[in-house]
């Protein structure tokens, strides 16, 4: 006797039309439920003599297993469709804006700033800082700069009452340095000052970084490595660096420190006034009245001081012409850094 | 100063150089230029005669004219108003190219033939002065090329000069200085004066009370001087260096504060009163100046008078009445050495500075006042006619001479070079610095007009800068490589800020001073520090705290379309607490303005600023392991439900909140604004830079919720508090959710706590977490009337 299969002959088929995974479902149901089509082959049981019954059995078995492969291969068809088709109803017009998180700005003074005291830090400087309202007895008779001398005519100065005044330079905080250390000092000193002058080229608050290093032995020579190496790191290797003779009340020899312009690359341009140098540096070997004034043993130290204006080498760097820009701050302007 | 190749010529034979090359070596040893000017040959412009001059039959305002150049005549139409017949004129012929690039050809000018320009002083470059044609001498020879007369071509450099090279301040300084560059011989100027019998002693004397002040005073009496025009070769020298001529007399007082940096002064000998005296002013004495303002003088200014009154300010200025006028014919002239700090001071108290002032307060070459009155008197005597009387008034007196010793050891040292003593000896003898070598040592005695020499860093300063900064080597200092960490507080100062611009936080810099009027509204004008001479009334107060910045920041970029403006600063406060300077302490301010989240599609509903800036203050804290607490602030100018104190550590360290309207609307904000500052200086002693790690439990955590209503006044953070004092197993609560309104009492709101479980050894059960929560549910209940929700 025979296993009759005629009433389960359409599966495959009824399978193969299926739309969806409900109508796939329902499919299931038919065959494999409870009162489904294949549990329904059961009947034919009762009439297979015993000693067939086992091979009977193993038969309905297979029929089974032919059903569930064609049916999971058909599931898995249908779930990978339907996922395409959901994924596909989920794509976002990717070209709207992101979630608004704005990214602020760091002022383009205090990157540079940081610049400055990073490679200054990395060549074994310490960075010192000092009151902005200051004496004018570490401002300027400290530094070399005595009432009457002419070189306080280079500098316009806020004061506060007769010998209080707002720094002209961060020079005092070197002489508050040298007055309460013994060398040797390795430092820079970066910060605002004050000068009484406002106009296209000049603001009354501007940054600078000076630096001092004394120790037994210093060189001029060493000046001119020292802030050859700082430009260089600042500016690129390649950057040519010249020093010219100058004066300052507080070095002796002082020197200008020039480098190659970076706008035309020292063909002369506008910003280097045709020269193809820019001034980026004052420096010079500290005068001995400095450690006069420190209390240092005469003749025992030499040293080096510079200086220079943020704000010049933010423009330089930037590009950016107007110097008050810096002050205005003006979310279009503050927003590019 | 400007200085003229061509007159430098009269003293150092430059004729075979390149001016710019002077100038490369000039900038190179310390004096920079700063401008190379080129006076360039003017071809074809001749001196010519005006032979005849009628009106334009066809133009009212110009003249036709017959212009003869000693060869050939010109039909010249002229628009000159102060042209006529028989005039010395300067004629630029058909083919000359005048300063502009100006060509001059023949034209036709309203019908007639015109071939050629007769020339003002601005189209010939020597002037601005386009008033009309410049009229020549009539003695010079028709034909002669106008170069000859005015000195051209000639290369005009302009330089820098520093504080300390007052030696530079005149054409002979530069000389000196380019004679030792280039290693030539000076030249020196030569001169007779032809005496009279008439002795000087005649017409005066001069006293000299202040001999501090005023060391050398000389004087000279010369007598029937004609004043007229000075010559040309004056005239052009002046005019090259942007001097302007005026008369001879002047025009010589000029020539030889230029040409030796020595200011002389002329008096009209009939204005005084019998002999000069050099004094003190009495108090609230008084002078009209040659610049017609009347000055007051108290009794620290030095004056020159007579013996009546006075009449100059020693060294700055002269007096109006006594000066030179077209009506002079006996000039006193005096030459005399005037202290620096004498000079300086008088100066600076009148607000004057003049040419002569800025040479006496630098200081003067002391033992050139002999020579100079000779030589001032020798051009009175040749350019104006006068008889130069015999003998000099006054007293000269010689000033110490200095000398440094220095080691040549020790220099190379110092400069970190390896010159030899021989090119030490060279160097310094080029100078005039007249070296005296001693084994290693050298004494140098320097010249009197170099003023700055008086220690052995003055002459490793001229060794270094004849040597060249550029011969000497590059070397890196030979102490200790090891890079320095940046200091604390600047670190962080650095991350925050960081942070705080990945927060969306724009770091602005604005003045430290500000408007008084507007830093009153909030804080005491007793804490104020002010500026004695501010810029403006805008920028008089130094700020007490820096929020105010931030504030007009905020208003000018609202006011510049910006809906939405956050800003962060750090800078100093100021603020007067009677000490000898104000207390001074770095801040950092941040603040919101406007809705905080920009306007987009995508941004998440409003939420109270307050509590995104107190977010954004507790992460910054936080990341230096520092807990603030927050106390309701009663500062007057923060809106007093939305503000607090913060406190580290039990120290008030600032203040978080939202501006009052009432000082919003003062400061003309529209928006409102949540801000915060606290103290640097208190939030780095309490900060944690360094820390251990801490285990943690490897079990899982359990998630629990607790809703609860309270009075709406019960503090948020007690409830926490509460909740987990109650069992130790809870690691964390926070608050996740907040309603009022339907279904909840007025003054009575919902909260809804999350609270975390977590044991260090063993996984949590349900029955050991509910009857955790039950107790808590019970302590809220106890404690602030909570009822389960």
Known sequence: MELDLSSIQGYEQEIASAKTSDELYQVKVKYLGKKGLISGLNKQLKDVPNEHKKDFGMKMGEVRKSFEAVFDAKEADLAKSEMDAKLVSEALDITMEGFPMDAGSQHPIMSVYYEIADIFSSMGFEVAVGPEVELEHYNFDMLNIPAEHPARDMQDTFYISDNVLLRTHTSPVQARVMESTTPPIKIIAPGKVYRCDYDITHTPMFHQVEGLLVDKNVTFADLKGTLTTFIQRMFGSNVPVRFRPSFFPFTEPSAEVDMGCTICGSVGCRVCKGTGWIEILGSGMCNDELYRHAGYEAGVYSGFAFGMGIERIAMLKYGIGDLRSFFENNLKFLRQF | ?789
């Open chain 2, 1 to 789: 100063m400007k200085v003229s190749i061509n007159w430098l010529n009269k003293f150092v034979d430059v004729s075979d150089l390149d001016p710019k090359d002077i100038a490369e070596k000039l900038t190179m040893c310390g004096l920079e230029v700063d401008a190379i000017e080129e006076k360039g040959s003017l071809n074809n412009v001749v001196v010519a005669k005006v032979m005849k001059c009628d009106k334009h039959p066809d133009a009212d305002k110009l003249s036709l004219t017959e212009v003869f150049d000693g060869t050939e005549t010109y039909q010249v139409v002229c628009g000159a108003p102060n042209v006529a017949e028989g005039q010395t004129v300067v004629f630029a012929k058909v083919g000359a190219v005048l300063p502009g690039d100006f060509k001059i050809k023949a034209a036709k000018i309203r019908g007639l033939e015109s071939l050629g320009m007769i020339c003002a002083e601005d189209e010939i470059g020597i002037s601005d002065d386009h008033d009309g044609i410049m009229i020549l001498d009539s003695s010079l020879e028709l034909g002669t090329p106008i170069d000859e007369i005015l000195g051209l071509p000639d290369t005009v450099l302009e330089i820098g000069i520093t504080p300390n090279r007052a030696d530079c301040l005149s054409i002979i300084g530069y000389a000196r200085e380019i004679a030792a560059l280039y290693d030539r011989p000076m030249k020196t100027n030569e001169y007779t004066i032809n005496e009279t019998d008439d002795a000087v002693t005649n017409y005066g004397g001069v006293e000299i009370k202040n001999k501090e002040a005023c060391p050398t005073y000389l004087g000279r009496v010369i007598k029937d001087v004609t004043i007229k025009p000075s010559p040309l070769w004056m005239q052009n020298r002046l005019r090259a260096i942007g001097v302007r001529p005026i008369s001879n007399v002047v025009d010589i007082t000029n020539y030889v504060l230029f040409e030796y940096g020595q200011p002389l002064h002329t008096f009209d000998l009939k204005e005084i009163d019998g002999k000069i005296i050099v004094r003190n002013a009495s108090e609230g004495e008084k002078l009209l100046t040659l610049d017609e303002k009347e000055r007051t003088f108290d009794s620290s200014m030095l004056l020159i008078t007579d013996e009546k009154k006075s009449l100059a300010v020693a060294g700055v200025m002269g007096g109006e009445h006594s000066g030179i006028s077209d009506d002079t014919k006996d000039v006193f002239l005096e030459c005399a050495y005037f202290e620096p700090k004498q000079t300086r001071m008088t100066a600076r108290k009148l607000g004057m500075q003049t040419d002569a002032s800025y040479r006496y307060e630098r200081g003067i070459d002391p033992v050139n006042t002999k020579e100079m009155v000779e030589y001032a008197s020798y051009l009175l005597q040749e350019l104006c006619g006068g008889k130069v009387c015999k003998g000099v008034l006054g007293e000269y007196n010689e000033p110490e001479v200095k000398t440094v010793k220095v080691n040549a050891g020790w220099l190379n040292g110092y400069l970190g070079t390896d010159i030899s003593i021989d090119q030490m000896d060279q160097i310094l003898s080029g100078l005039n610095m007249n070296p005296i070598v001693t084994g290693t040592d050298i004494t140098i005695t320097a010249p009197s007009y170099r003023i700055d020499m008086s220690t052995r860093q003055d002459v490793a300063e001229e060794i270094a800068r004849m040597y060249g900064y550029d011969n000497i080597p590059t070397t890196l200092p030979k102490i200790d490589a090891d890079s320095m960490p940046m200091q604390p507080i600047l670190q962080m100062r650095k991350d925050i800020a960081q942070k705080l611009k990945t927060l969306g936080f724009n770091e602005a810099i604005n003045y430290s001073f500000m408007k008084a009027d507007f830093l009153k509204l909030f804080d005491d004008e007793k804490k104020f520090v002010k500026l004695m001479n501010p810029i403006s009334e805008d920028m008089d107060t130094m700020r007490t705290q820096v929020f105010p910045g931030l504030l007009s920041t905020i208003k000018y970029n609202l006011n510049n379309g910006f809906k939405q403006v956050r800003f962060f600063e750090f800078a100093s406060n100021f603020v007067e607490v009677g000490e000898k300077l104000p207390e001074q302490r770095m801040k950092l301010s941040a603040c919101t303005a406007g809705e905080f989240w920009p306007m987009s599609w995508g941004a998440p509903a409003s939420s109270e600023p307050f509590f995104i800036l107190k977010g954004v203050l507790e992460n910054i804290l936080s990341q230096y392991k520092v807990t603030a607490t927050f106390v309701k602030s009663d500062k007057a100018f923060l809106h007093p439900g939305k503000s607090a104190d913060v406190i580290i550590n039990g120290e008030n360290v600032g203040f978080i909140g939202e501006l009052h309207p009432a000082s919003a609307d003062a400061a003309e904000i529209r928006e409102s604004v949540t801000m915060f500052e606290i103290d640097m200086l208190t939030f780095k002693e309490n900060a944690k830079f360094t820390y251990k790690y801490e285990n943690f439990s490897k079990f899982p955590s359990v998630y629990k919720d607790i809703s609860v209503v309270v009075a709406k006044t019960t503090p948020t953070e007690k409830m926490e508090e509460c909740i987990k004092a109650t069992s130790k197993l809870a690691e964390d609560v926070f608050l996740f959710d907040v309603y009022e309104g339907k279904g909840i009492e007025e003054g009575q709101v919902s909260r809804t706590f999350r609270v975390l479980f977590t044991a260090s050894d063993r996984t949590l059960t349900d029955e050991e977490t509910n009857s955790t929560l039950t107790d808590m549910i019970a302590n809220l209940e106890k404690d602030f009337g909570a009822v389960l929700r």
